[in-house]
């Protein structure tokens, strides 16, 4: 099992930067493909990237390819979404997931969630 605690949001500026963290428990962590996913309000939950276990295979969102880079430290437990230039249609709630089902971009696929962190862009 897996729990997973994400840290990093706030508030900035559109144009700005922020790195969100999400913390692993667990001694199987370098097992798992991790995810990252949003969901603003009133709107489903969508996916932003994905990173799996071993860090060579990586996939985005095209709504991020280019300003969002998903990375993961395995000794650390820790896997990292690095966003620039966020733009107001960014604002979300950001959640981190772990699946052991390779390359899937579908949240219905991840078994483990972390409770999320609020990402707010201003104008």
């Known amino acids: 099992q897996v729990q997973l605690v994400e840290s990093g949001g706030g508030l900035v500026q559109a144009g700005g930067s922020l790195r969100l963290s999400c913390a692993a428990s667990g001694r199987t962590f370098s097992s798992y493909d991790m995810g990252w996913f949003r969901q603003a309000p009133g709107k489903e939950r969508k996916f932003v990237a994905r990173?799996?276990?071993?860090?060579?295979?990586?996939y985005y969102a095209d709504s991020v390819k280019g300003r969002f880079t998903i990375s993961r430290d395995n000794a650390k437990n820790t896997v990292y979404l690095q966003m620039n230039s966020l733009k107001p249609e960014d604002t979300a709630v950001y959640y981190c997931?772990?699946?052991?089902?390779?390359?899937?971009?579908?949240?219905?696929?991840?078994?483990?969630w972390g409770q999320g962190t609020q990402v707010i862009v201003s104008s």
């Open positions: 990173i799996s276990w071993s860090g060579g295979n990586i």
């Open positions: 997931a772990a699946t052991l089902v390779p390359g899937q971009v579908g949240a219905v696929f991840y078994d483990y």
